[in-house]
């Protein structure tokens, strides 16, 4: 006759060292784009070098040549790298041949085909992202990031601190934002409702970083016949209004999720209360 005292076991509550702040730390500056090629940071460490080489110019180039090199190899995008360019057409002018390059899905493409070599283009990025996530939640970074950023996330968002990764990857790239959140509702660390909002925040103005940089800095370089700036604000503040924006269409689609709940699926998703503390 068996004498069953068994207890359940309570959970072991996770231990969060100096590695997984540090493993933190580590995936924000990488895909937040911080030191990204076209980044504003970058950009001012590679003018401060050729500064301080207009100050002295017996200094050895070899002494800060590698320094933004260096820095390139925590972003996100430049490791990803890019396709190589394909010859898409040849023109004459003048004299000489002009030769045109695309990119490796070439031009005029349409349909079914167009569509795989675009979703095929998006395989790596994914990949990539995804690989490194999974390497920084060994190291704790996603314990990290939910014991920190809830604080902040949970009562401007209504999402769980573990999304933190997520969020600041998808300011630099959507598809990192997008595979993140995928394995997030994979794994069952956010539920449906989580998972709405923190993808309609990643919508609006998907890519903030990695977009604005690219197509809307040089509005800014623009100068009126006057001498006034055409754009009579900063980067900065409108790199502000974007993010303030992002927050508020996450919280519309917050409130609409509240006032008209799915019973469904609100049965079916575990709670995340007992994992953020």
């Not at 002295?56 to 996100?76: A, C, E, K, Q, R």
């Not at 990119?103 to 085909?113: D, H, K, L, V």
């Not at 630099?172 to 794994?187: C, M």
Request: proline share 4%; with cysteine; hydrophobic share 45%.
């Amino acid at each position: 006759m068996s004498n069953d005292n068994s207890q359940p076991v309570p959970s072991k509550e996770i231990k969060i060292g100096a590695g997984a702040y540090f493993a933190l730390f580590f995936a924000v500056v990488f895909f937040s784009g911080i030191f990204g090629p076209t980044s504003s940071t970058t950009l001012w460490i590679a003018s401060q070098i050729k500064e301080l080489h207009a100050q002295n110019p017996g200094l050895s180039h070899w002494l800060t040549d590698w320094i933004v090199p260096l820095l390139s190899t925590i972003d996100f995008t430049t490791l990803n790298g890019s396709f190589g360019k394909v010859l898409t057409g040849v023109s004459q002018v003048d004299d000489a041949l002009k030769a045109t390059n695309g990119t490796y899905r070439g031009t005029g493409g349409s349909g079914a085909m167009e569509g795989f070599l675009f979703a095929f283009g998006l395989i790596p990025s994914v990949m990539f992202a995804l690989a490194m996530i999974n390497v920084l939640e060994h190291y704790g970074a996603l314990n990290a990031a939910r014991k920190l950023l809830s604080v902040i996330l949970r009562p401007l968002l209504g999402i769980p601190g573990v999304t933190g990764l997520a969020i600041i990857g998808s300011l630099q790239s959507t598809d990192v934002g997008a595979s993140l959140t995928r394995a997030l509702a994979d794994e069952q660390k956010i539920n449906a409702k989580e998972k709405e909002v923190l993808t309609m925040f990643q919508f609006s103005g998907g890519a903030m970083i990695t977009n604005f940089f690219s197509s809307g800095a040089v509005l800014f370089t623009l100068v009126l016949a006057s001498g006034e700036l055409a754009v009579p604000t900063t980067i900065g503040a409108c790199i502000g209004v974007i993010f303030i924006m992002k927050i508020v269409g996450a919280n519309i689609m917050r409130l609409y999720l509240t006032t008209f709940p799915d019973k469904d699926e609100q049965e079916q998703q575990p709670s995340n209360a007992a994992t953020e503390k």
